[in-house]
């Protein structure tokens, strides 16, 4: 039986299309029903149609189980469907927009590239926070340079919001994410990448309950 956390970004997944090793909606389904505790849909090269039609399929299995979705950076998508949230990027609508349109119930999320980002964020009404990469990517190649373990606690000491460390996570490396102060970790390759992402699911899962 899947154990309960506190936190909802506890094991936050990012869905991502263009890097799905198999079927997108089996994989969904394979996490959600494995450990995941929030899930994000990323998809750069759809149509607003094909982002639209999947975002809706995704949200019929999430919302089953009591898993909150997440619309990267679409607030418009993100309405249109009824997803729980939004997931934002300096570069896209602000989170005050964000916040009077979505109104107060809607999640969202930002990945703030600044300190002044970062303790101005949960005031300008964000959620919860994306910091990094902790740890690098190859899913997200305007990310920026790795910042590492040392870099991202500093930061994450910037502000009181909810923090997801995000950024080359998998099970080995996954205590160390939450050492440095993340409520949760944000991971894409680790599932989709892997050719059984139900097992890959519960071994983060395994390896975030294993922590003290």
């Given at each position: 039986?899947?154990q309960p956390?506190?936190?909802?970004?506890?094991?936050?997944l990012?869905?991502?299309?263009?890097?799905v090793?198999?079927?997108?909606?089996?994989?969904?389904?394979?996490?959600?029903?494995?450990?995941?505790?929030c899930?994000?849909?990323?998809?750069?090269?759809?149509?607003?149609?094909?982002?639209?039609?999947?975002?809706?399929?995704?949200?019929?299995?999430?919302?089953?189980?009591?898993?909150?979705?997440?619309?990267?950076?679409?607030?418009?998508?993100?309405?249109?469907?009824g997803?729980?949230?939004?997931?934002?990027?300096?570069?896209?609508?602000?989170?005050q927009?964000?916040?009077?349109?979505?109104?107060?119930?809607?999640?969202?999320?930002?990945?703030?590239?600044?300190?002044?980002q970062?303790?101005?964020?949960?005031?300008a009404g964000?959620?919860?926070?994306?910091?990094?990469?902790?740890?690098?990517?190859?899913?997200?190649?305007d990310?920026?340079p790795?910042?590492?373990?040392?870099?991202?606690?500093?930061?994450?000491?910037?502000t009181?919001?909810?923090?997801?460390?995000?950024?080359?996570?998998?099970?080995?490396?996954?205590?160390?994410?939450?050492?440095a102060?993340?409520?949760?970790?944000?991971?894409?390759?680790?599932?989709?990448?892997?050719?059984?992402?139900?097992?890959?699911?519960?071994?983060?899962?395994?390896?975030?309950?294993?922590?003290?």
């Amino acid at each position: 039986m899947i154990q309960p956390v506190s936190s909802p970004y506890h094991l936050y997944l990012v869905l991502d299309p263009d890097h799905v090793v198999g079927d997108v909606m089996q994989t969904a389904l394979d996490a959600f029903d494995n450990g995941v505790t929030c899930a994000q849909l990323r998809w750069k090269t759809a149509t607003d149609r094909q982002l639209v039609d999947l975002a809706g399929a995704v949200l019929s299995l999430s919302r089953a189980r009591g898993i909150p979705m997440i619309i990267n950076d679409r607030l418009d998508v993100a309405l249109v469907v009824g997803a729980d949230g939004v997931h934002l990027g300096v570069d896209d609508i602000s989170v005050q927009d964000a916040r009077r349109l979505g109104g107060p119930e809607l999640l969202i999320g930002y990945s703030p590239e600044t300190d002044g980002q970062i303790a101005g964020a949960e005031m300008a009404g964000a959620s919860y926070l994306g910091i990094g990469p902790i740890f690098g990517t190859a899913t997200k190649p305007d990310a920026g340079p790795e910042l590492g373990a040392t870099e991202f606690s500093r930061r994450r000491q910037l502000t009181d919001a909810p923090v997801v460390a995000i950024g080359g996570i998998t099970n080995t490396n996954a205590a160390r994410a939450m050492a440095a102060g993340a409520n949760g970790i944000a991971v894409a390759s680790a599932i989709l990448g892997s050719a059984d992402p139900a097992v890959a699911t519960r071994q983060l899962r395994q390896a975030l309950l294993a922590l003290p």
